[in-house]
């Protein structure tokens, strides 16, 4: 090799060193796993007719992951049977469960009344029914609504509001059958 040949090749090592152009190998990408963390709403103390924690982001997201605890007290679908309901109260909130303890329960039924249906739709849209009554008929002073969607045409945890006149009187948060 001549001279100049050599002079060109160690100039472009030592220019692609310092300008740390070269050739590199790539290291394989890794993916990893983070955990993934499901939404979830506590609610302590009491609620005195105040149902603004309805209007609240976490707590639809909560109930969409079926994610919800009231003073102390999770709201899960019924397993198992049982001849006794297990009707307790905690705070201002009536609890439903088929199970002894107070640790769980099927559903929750809480009075609010400073609520609107309307607020209720500006929150959830689309996922808030109206449910006709018996007989299949609709009375918008009346009825109830109840949020669907989500999985399997229903939120995670059911949430059914009872109203008069478009502002809601009560809020039931659980499942069906749980003697509620």
Do not use: C
């Amino acid at each position: 090799m001549n001279r100049t040949a050599k002079a060109i090749v160690s100039a472009t090592l030592a220019m692609g060193t310092v300008f740390g152009v070269g050739a590199s190998v790539e290291q394989p990408h890794h993916n990893q796993a983070h955990a993934a963390t499901t939404p979830y709403y506590t609610y302590s103390g009491y609620v005195n007719n105040d149902g603004s924690f309805l209007l609240n982001k976490t707590f639809k997201n909560a109930v969409k992951y079926g994610n919800v605890t009231f003073n102390g007290t999770k709201i899960v679908p019924q397993s198992g049977t049982s001849s006794k309901l297990n009707n307790f109260s905690k705070y201002d909130q009536s609890f439903f469960s088929v199970k002894s303890g107070k640790k769980t329960a099927t559903s929750v039924q809480i009075k609010v009344n400073n609520v609107t249906i309307k607020q209720l739709k500006s929150v959830y849209g689309k996922d808030l029914v109206e449910q006709a009554d018996v007989h299949g008929h609709k009375n918008p002073n009346t009825d109830a609504y109840k949020l669907v969607g989500g999985q399997n045409g229903n939120y995670h945890t059911p949430v059914t509001f009872v109203q008069k006149n478009g502002k809601v009187q009560s809020v039931n948060i659980g499942f069906e059958g749980s003697g509620a």
